[in-house]
Nanobody, 124 residues
Framework: QVQLVESGGGLVQAGDSLRLSCAAS????????MGWFRQTPGKDREFVAG???????AYADSVKGRFTGSKDNAKNAVYLQMNSLKPEDTATYYC??????????????????WGRGTQVTVSS
């Protein structure tokens, strides 16, 4: 199984950028479809971005044009570049891995492996 550890979160101002990293160990990220989700207290985990096993990407409408997901098989890592951050982007961000070979997965229950999350706080 794969172990995932997120990093790169922090406190930033609206309009700033952050780059989240997800370091994988145990197995190669090239074997998985990867996803980024976020969650705020009292709400369900929300899909943010996904990278399919073959490398295609998809994004939630709320982040499209501002966030970019990528996967570096050589470094066994996944990244989420977040630009033009807004206060409503404040959440705990999670990296996840799915064994699916069929495109980007959008539902949290399609992912078997999860990191512990990294907090992103955007002040206005």
């Amino acid at each position: 199984q794969v172990q995932l550890v997120e990093s790169g979160g922090g406190l930033v101002q609206a309009g700033d950028s952050l780059r989240l990293s997800c370091a994988a160990s145990g197995r190669a990220v090239s074997l998985y479809a990867m996803g980024w989700f976020r969650q705020t207290p009292g709400k369900d985990r929300e899909f943010v971005a996904g990278i399919s096993w073959s490398g295609s990407t998809a994004y939630a409408d709320s982040v499209k044009g501002r966030f970019t997901g990528s996967k570096d098989n050589a470094k066994n890592a996944v990244y989420l570049q977040m630009n033009s951050l807004k206060p409503e982007d404040t959440a705990t961000y999670y990296c996840a891995a799915s064994q699916s070979r069929f495109g980007v997965r959008f539902r949290a229950d399609e992912y078997m492996y999860w990191g512990r999350g990294t907090q992103v706080t955007v002040s206005s």
